[in-house]
């Protein structure tokens, strides 16, 4: 990624960021936890891949990410309007599991942890 298309996602992700918190008012968003990780912009600026991570049921997931393509159009024309870009890029929402992956290791390491402390303490 060049400088530019990397200025470019981390103003998109700041937008986006506020824009679903303060004018999207689609519900399937608000269950469970959104959290826009990162955007990746296409060299010529015209796609941007937003992956999202989501913290909930996997059916509250899949109704976010549902709501989220719903709102591109609205979010594209919000983003018009609000930033000074020639050409704002297309959105595309797709899932992030690197948080869910994370908490998942998390649990993992704290599980064999416990379970060490518990056979040291019978020896």
């Not at 986006?16 to 469970?32: N, S, Y």
């Not at 936890?33 to 060299?43: A, D, G, L, N, R």
């Not at 020639?86 to 379970?115: H, W, Y």
């Amino acid at each position: 990624m060049t400088m530019r298309t990397t200025r470019v996602g981390e103003l998109l992700r700041a937008e986006i960021a506020e824009l679903l918190l303060r004018e999207v008012k689609d519900p399937r968003i608000g269950r469970g936890m959104v959290t826009i990780t990162e955007v990746q912009v296409s060299p010529d600026l015209r796609r941007a891949v937003v992956y999202v991570s989501h913290l909930g049921t996997s059916e509250e997931r899949e109704e976010a990410l549902a709501g989220l393509r719903h709102s591109a159009p609205f979010l594209h024309r919000e983003l018009v309007h609000r930033l000074s870009l020639r050409n704002v890029p297309e959105l595309v929402f797709r899932f992030d599991p690197s948080i869910e992956r994370g908490a998942r290791l998390a649990e993992l390491i704290q599980r064999v942890s416990a379970e060490r402390r518990g056979e040291e303490t019978v020896d």
